[in-house]
């Protein structure tokens, strides 16, 4: 990953989506897994943006998992069950001597961060930009995982822009 | 009858639904091999045993299993009940 211009904030959100990508098994790090990282570093104008609209980094896992739960379930697969019958040893963490790349819908995002940041005249990489990337594709995890949370990009863009003025005047 | 043609014909009307239930699958199988191959080294079940119920090397089931059950179950390996066969 290629973190040039990045601030400090957004460079650890996006080192903590990994981890976030980790612990719920996720074999590569989705577009929805930006989203963790920035609620979990909990710094700058996204996770505030986020935050102002309600939306907590549990809640946001909590769906995610529901997200894959639905899955499986729409080929009659009951998570539930399978842990069940695993018992404890059941867990969906990634071991952690295995590199969890970046999904294509995460490389993309970071891409049209970099857009967004050069679109506003920005000279830093900041997580509104991560944010306003991850945004851009409609047909992403991210922005379903949001909406299921009751937040439509729109409305988090308009956030993201009114916090931003703030921060400016 | 119908209903069950297109079900095995088509699968799911999305295609998209259908191909993250098996991203979803692919990740509960992970998990779930984890959980079951660590299940057996805890039963005292040795790799060669695992390994051949899994259908697959020695090596294969130690290269992918054993850094994460070591790590987990450090010093001591666990009991081992009755001889591995």
New interface residues.
Partial sequence: MIFTRFTDRSRKSVEAALEEARML???SLGDEDLVLGILRVDEGLAAEALTSLGVTIEDAREESEEI??D??S??G?S?EE?RRE??D?????????RRIPFSPRAKKALVEARKEMRRLGDNYLGTEHVLLGILDNQDGTAVRMLARLGVAPETLEERLFELRGRAAG | MDEKTRTRVGGPEDPREGLEAVVALRRTLEALEAAQVENAFIAGWSWARIAEVLGVSKQAVHKKHARRIRARYPGEPPRRKGRDQ
């Fill in positions: 098994g996720h074999d894959l739960s899955a499986l729409s080929i697969i998570l399978v695993a018992g040893a059941f867990e969906m963490r990634i071991p952690a001597h």
